[in-house]
């Protein structure tokens, strides 16, 4: 990745939006309406960044949203880019590195994900409390900058304690069941085999998605504070008598879209 390639898009961003945010929230598939709802809204369509990579996939708006949520302000990425369209890992976490240089401290992504642990349900929303990477690869593979950080960074903490228990008072506050759990990134972007969910329960993973690891490692690379929450979407490699495909997932994102977004609301008011 090029440095000078993350200070023009920051320096663009900056232009564009003119205020400050210290919290940055990534929107994973279906979950883009949160950004929809915020006071004060600053909208920039990836296009208009600069080196700003762009998504394929339905379900992703592809902006950048500067605004507010009860005074508190936010960048927001209302869609994400992911290894399965083939692009680079640089190029899946350009837009963490671009939220670093804008001075985002902490670091929310949110994803879909099929649920692996049977007593997780398509709908509850699960907070990540480890990763298990199965890309094969790693958005840290080739030259490290030191200026962003240590070419072997540690991974023992990767999501926050502190804003775990956050999001689980948040949830309470709302009186939502928030479960908790390990998710596992796999590169897509076929569904997984009931063969492959047995072997990723075998592992230990809660929960299976396509995306976030990667933007998680970069996050701590340069030292923000990182939580994941994923939603449920369907059981991973279900047994019904109907095929699973991306529309299965899209329409639990929008039943569950006011329950997600009254969290994630209350969730940033907590931790402002
Ligand atoms: N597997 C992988 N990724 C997913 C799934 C799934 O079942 N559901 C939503 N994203």
């Known amino acids: 990745m090029n440095p000078s390639h993350v200070l023009e898009a920051s320096q663009i961003l900056n232009e564009k939006i003119g205020q400050k945010a210290s919290i940055g929230i990534i929107l994973g598939s279906g979950l883009g309406t ?3 709802h915020l006071e004060n809204k600053k909208v ?20 950048f949203v500067f605004g507010t949520v009860n005074r508190v302000p936010v960048y927001v ?25 804008l001075g985002t401290k902490t670091l929310i992504v949110t994803n879909a994900a099929g649920s692996i642990n049977r ?7 699960m907070l990540i409390k480890d990763h298990i990477n199965l890309l094969g690869t790693n958005p840290l593979r080739g030259k490290n900058w030191e200026e ?20 689980k008072a948040a949830a309470k506050k709302i009186k939502i069941t928030l479960r908790e759990g390990v998710y596992v990134a796999v ?21 299976v998605g396509m995306s976030t690891v990667p933007e998680v490692i970069v996050a701590n690379h340069q030292g923000m504070k990182v939580c994941g929450i994923s939603c449920l979407t369907n ?13 299965e997932v899209l329409r639990t994102t929008q039943k569950v ?14 931790i402002s």
């Open 34 to 36: 949160f950004a929809d």
């Open 257 to 270: 879209s006011e329950k997600f977004g009254l969290f994630l609301k209350t969730f940033v008011i907590t």
């Open 235 to 247: 059981y991973a490699a279900h047994t019904g008598a109907h095929k699973l495909g991306h529309e």
């Open 187 to 207: 590169s897509g972007p076929s569904y997984e085999t009931p063969a492959e969910v047995k072997m990723l329960k075998a592992l230990g993973a809660d929960a």
């Open 119 to 125: 007593s997780y349900k398509p709908g509850d929303l």
């Open 148 to 167: 962003w950080g240590p070419r072997f960074p540690d991974l023992s903490q990767a999501y926050d304690e502190n804003l775990r228990k956050k999001a």
């Open 77 to 101: 990425l209302q869609g994400r880019v992911h290894y399965y369209e083939g692009h680079s890992l640089e190029e899946v976490t350009f837009a963490v590195r671009v939220l670093k240089q």
């Open 44 to 63: 920039i369509p990836y296009s208009e960044i600069p080196h700003f990579p762009t998504s394929s996939v339905s379900g992703h708006k592809g902006q």
